[in-house]
């Protein structure tokens, strides 16, 4: 038996195998690790994505409302889109870009926040307005 009759076929079969692999590599590698509202989103929706927010958005599986507030899932870190996140020795809050604010004091238990037209309220009920 001539053996270049049985390397032919095996050697067209290790071809085929190595294309299917590098076929669903690149399929696999399209991918990023990270989805928004149950979608996993291509390397290149990620790309955009991160341009038109300016930042870099790290792995998970992320909840994103109609206002552009988030929540990571994976690691329940939570924000909103144009806000700043503030931290002080009694606790954490953020600002945002439409002149609201809100604090949370450890310290205290409670919460405060306020509005860009002067409404100041706590997480306990009080409120000015």
């Excluded at 599986?61 to 806000?83: A, F, P, Q, R």
Aim: charged share 10%.
């Amino acid at each position: 038996m001539n053996t270049n009759s049985i390397s032919k076929p095996i050697n067209r079969m290790l071809v085929a195998v190595a294309f299917v692999f590098a076929a669903l590599n690149s399929v696999a590698n399209d991918y990023s690790s990270v989805a928004v509202n149950g979608e996993l989103l291509t390397q290149e929706q990620l790309y955009v994505l991160q341009v038109q927010l300016g930042t870099a958005i790290p792995a998970g599986n992320y909840l994103l409302d109609g206002e552009g507030c988030w929540l990571n899932l994976t690691t329940g870190v939570s924000g909103c889109i144009g806000s700043v996140n503030t931290y002080s020795r009694y606790g954490s809050g953020e600002r945002t870009s439409d002149g609201s604010w809100n604090q949370y004091s450890h310290s205290a238990g409670m919460g405060v926040g306020g509005t860009s037209d002067g409404c100041i309220y706590t997480t306990t009920g009080w409120s000015n307005c």
